[in-house]
């Protein structure tokens, strides 16, 4: 099994909304990621969690609340969003977040967000 | 700083012609990946390029990495119009666990 997958694939919410991202792996991959891409832009890093601990935030606002309950867990809370954080999260995990063979990331297939 | 650069950024060719897509980064790293997006999906892995000299090949798609010259190559083989998307290269950052991407070069192979 090398899927990651994320919850909801897409999703709309107005600005004074609470929601939740979800994105799960099975792989006993220790390291999970989120991904924000905007259109016809590389994907840009979020977070990173490595054995459930938070490891890397990229400055992101605090409008954005990742969590990771456990090693296959991985969610985005969002509450109080502006129009422009309308994008295409994606999920990835891989087998360790620091240097070693074969950490190669699998990538979920996304949620798309609209903020109206 | 990790930088990752592609060109081109744009390539439109036809159906049947070799062309070949460039990845530079900035500084010394271990793996290099290259992944395959089409419109509105995710990222699809389609290469993992782990030493020097490393060179993999499936179907019409090569990849090869010279890590003394920072730069690795996609190299398309006699195009057909399903290789249509946008290629990224990305980049390990030594020691931070962070996934650097280049730009992305969008494909168009026309009949």
């Known amino acids: 099994d090398t899927e990651v997958t994320q919850t909801p694939k897409h999703l709309v919410m107005g600005m004074t909304n609470k929601k939740s991202l979800k994105c799960e792996q099975h792989m006993g991959h220790r390291a999970m990621y989120w991904y924000k891409q905007k259109a016809k832009k590389p994907p840009e890093l979020m977070f990173v969690?490595?054995?459930?601990?938070?490891?890397i935030n990229e400055s992101v606002p605090s409008r954005f609340s990742p969590e990771c309950p456990n090693s296959s867990l991985l969610n985005l809370h969002l509450h109080a969003l502006q129009p422009e954080d309308s994008a295409l999260y994606l999920c990835?995990?891989?087998?360790?977040?620091?240097?070693?063979?074969?950490?190669?990331?699998?990538f979920g297939q996304g949620t798309r967000l609209t903020v109206v | 700083e990790l930088k990752v650069e592609q060109n081109p950024l744009f390539l439109s060719m036809q159906e049947g012609k070799n062309y070949t897509i460039y990845c530079n980064y900035s500084?010394?790293?271990?793996?290099l990946y290259w992944y395959r997006q089409d419109p509105g999906k995710s990222l699809e892995s389609l290469f993992v390029l782990l030493s020097n000299g490393a060179v993999k090949q499936e179907g019409r798609l090569m990849a090869s990495l010279d890590t003394k010259a920072r730069l690795s190559t996609l190299h398309i083989t006699a195009a057909v119009h399903d290789l249509s998307a946008t290629y990224f290269c990305a980049v390990d950052e030594r020691n931070t666990g962070k996934l650097i991407f280049g730009q992305g070069t969008t494909l168009q192979v026309k009949p």
């Open positions: 990835a995990s891989s087998q360790d977040a620091q240097q070693q063979a074969n950490t190669e990331a699998f």
């Open positions: 500084t010394t790293s271990d793996r």
């Open positions: 969690y490595s054995y459930e601990k938070l490891s």
